[in-house]
């Protein structure tokens, strides 16, 4: 099977509730390897009931450094890269196992799903982002940035219709993560020479409404596709208005 030539890698802290939910998904799967930053619940017991999976403690190095760590305690020469919150469909699972057997390219993108508000999947007409989740490990690496890592890949890839799913949307969840995720990004732009400007405060939350309402069909799924469209829209401002704040700090510094 497919599966067993296969690592599978996950960076966590205090995820006892997801991981309970992923880690039964993934005994096909030849190596598990999680990588903790220092939990205080139960993460470390639930992950080593499952003979699959190798338990590692690193400090926190930030999310980009945090995830290239982990893949590379991988042992086989595939890498899957899943969040403890996440989940995946069949289609998904299926289209792995064909790149593997054909060994013609270097990844896999698939389709990565934000449920609605952490209970619901989406309308099956609902638009998803495509991400690079799949890869031969030692062609791809994650380049250093503080937030939104990505996997940059030598070679070609090949797309899947599978889905993962990331059930970490609840409203509490969210805001916390964009409160965070936005300093972040808001640091990465500063660093980077953006600015702010009037245009961008303005116009970044009725754009970001659009994009996500409409253009990627949130309207089809009723009030929660609403409350997931605000969200986004309300992040979309905080990195400006964060990157306002640290531009005109610097000024007055």
């Keep these: 099977m497919s599966l067993s030539r296969i690592s599978v890698y996950i960076i966590t802290k205090n995820e006892e509730q997801n991981l309970s939910r992923l880690l039964p998904l993934l005994s096909d799967f030849n190596e598990v390897v999680v990588v903790d930053c220092g939990s205080t619940d139960k993460t470390k017991d639930i992950a080593e009931k499952h ?3 190798r338990f590692i ?21 595939w890498v899957l890269n899943l969040d403890a919150d996440e989940t995946f469909d069949d289609v998904f699972i299926k289209d792995i196992e064909k790149t593997v057997q054909q060994d013609k390219v270097n990844g896999l993108t698939c389709y990565c799903a934000e449920t609605l508000l952490g209970y619901k999947k989406p ?10 989740r799949f890869f031969r490990k030692e062609h791809g690496h ?17 797309v899947s219709n599978g889905k993962i799913y990331n059930w970490g949307t609840e ?3 969210i805001l916390t993560k964009q409160n ?9 732009k500063f660093k980077a020479g953006k600015k702010p400007s009037l245009i961008k405060l303005i ?3 009725p754009v970001a409404f659009i994009k996500f309402y409409f253009l990627k069909r949130q309207f ?34």
């Design 51 to 53: 003979g699959n999976v």
């Design 57 to 77: 403690h690193q400090d926190w190095l930030g999310f980009a450094v945090q995830k290239e760590f982990a893949k590379n305690q991988c042992q086989n020469d």
């Design 123 to 132: 309308h099956p007409l609902t638009k998803h982002q495509r991400k690079l």
């Design 142 to 158: 994650y380049p250093k940035v503080s937030v939104h890592e990505k996997i940059v890949l030598a070679g070609k890839t090949d």
């Design 171 to 173: 409203i509490e969840d």
């Design 180 to 188: 965070l995720y936005s300093s972040l990004a808001a640091k990465d």
């Design 203 to 205: 116009g970044r939350s």
């Design 220 to 253: 089809l799924n009723g009030l929660e596709g609403f409350i997931a469209a605000r969200n986004y829209t309300h992040y979309s401002f905080q990195k400006e208005a964060k990157l306002f704040c640290l531009y005109k700090k610097d000024k007055s510094g």
